[in-house]
């Protein structure tokens, strides 16, 4: 339900945190939200719980297990035995009808070293269960980034379509009353009536988009789909700060998730050639035994007469032969070693194409942002020379309709030069593993 707005939100309307009003949210405040609601982010972060229960797990093993145990037997028929005693055969009934056995029992490993590898992998476990939960935020940052400025884009697209059908629209009465002045024709009337007709759906489809893309946000910050949201910035504003220069970028891959959790596989790898290897260490126990035992015949409750004893013991046990398991389980473990090297020598050209293309990328639509600018302040200006032309009859309604169309793709194209940077930043971002 309603729960990221606990979080501080810098730019949020204290008014209207109520279900049915309308929030606006930086890029940063529905990081926030997200980071903290995020199904996806808070499973990653059960995950590290439950592997360090894992590695508390192994580390009990080193300390003394300790049992109880109580045991009653009554024999149905005891045992008989014959012995030749001067001669003669005789019968002997052997047991007590009741037997009563309890006690306790302690073990403790002394020497296992396979034990205490054990521990280490665990720990590498736990790093692996971080950097798993570290990649869910990213790629869940990335996604909300990509959200947020769909919905800018959505909503600038809006106001464009907006506006073209403002003008359609003024264009149509302006054709009606020079048609009633006896200065237009019908046909005009009827012309400039049906492209606002056409504008229409592309209108609605525009409203459309944007309540798509605000559900797709609301899902990911975990929010209900009631609340209504608006960004705090425009495409426009976002233009100001984002022309950085690319080769100032650090293309360093030390914090990619992909080549960290690799890494970390790799090093589990070798720790578990290590404890393949100590599979032929000797193992070392002791183990304490303390037990109390009642016989009786007859009544089982009754001439109860418990008598302790116990006992301590010491275990060694020396691998010998087991049909070559140890072996072929180490050969697997090295083979895994080689593999996980090969595909990180893979990984990392890949990636390093990957951040090259992106960057390359990233300039070519920092130049087409700059076109695109320039072709909406040519397009504005031939649009508002064709409006007055139009106006004082110097120009027909084909040659203002051109233009009206050449200004909206301008702006269009503009708008989504600034969208397509600012993805394929995020995109960047997600790849050299930069934490927002």
Known sequence: MFTGLCVPMRAADDSATAEGRTLRLSLRDCLDIALQDNPTVRIADMEVTRTDYSKRETLAALFPTIDFSGAYQRSIELQTIRMNMGGQSQSIKMGSDNSWNFGFSASMPLVSAQLWKSIKISDTQILASLESARTSRLNLVNQVRQAYYGLMLALASRQVIKQNYDVALFNAELFEKKFQAGTASEYDVLRSSVQVKNVEPELLQADIAVRQCKLQLLVLMGIDNRVDIEPTVTLEDMRADMMVKTSAVDRSLADNSSLRSLDLQARMAAQTVALRKLAWVPTLGVSYNLNWMSLSNGNALRNLQFNPYSNVALALQIPIFSGGSRYYALRQAQVQ???????????????DMQVELALDNIDRQARQIDTSAEGVRQAAKAHDIM??????GAATYLDLRDSELANTTAQLVYYQAIHTYLVSTAELDLLLGKEQ
Request: aromatic share 4%; proline share 0%.
């Open 337 to 351: 070693t080689k593999q996980l090297a090969l595909q990180r020598e893979n990984l990392i050209n890949t990636l």
């Open 387 to 392: 409006q007055k032309s139009f106006e004082i």
